[in-house]
């Protein structure tokens, strides 16, 4: 596990209290781990912060799964560094 996903895996742990061995790539906030709207926008806060990124509103909607989460910030980071 990378970087990444491990500050991701922490930081989901403490907003869903979900187990590790659970957050796996296809794992997806609503079906799986119960989140709400709230749950989502708490998520993101807490991602930004961590990641030092500002997630749109837009963006933020179309992220369902831990993956598509690991994705984006790739991308993010790998834009900061070209930059």
Do not use: W
Not at 13 to 29: L, M, N, R, S, Y
Not at 47 to 65: C, L, P, Y
């Amino acid at each position: 596990m990378n970087d990444i996903e491990q500050r991701i895996s922490q930081i989901i742990t403490t907003h869903f209290g979900v187990e590790q061995d659970k957050i796996v790539p296809t794992a997806d906030f609503r079906s799986d781990m119960s989140a709400d709207s709230l749950d989502l926008i708490d998520l993101t806060l807490s991602v930004e912060d961590a990641f030092g990124i500002e997630i749109a509103d837009k963006v933020a909607e179309e992220i369902h799964t831990v993956g598509d989460l690991i994705a984006y910030i790739r991308g993010q980071q790998t834009q900061l560094r070209a930059a």
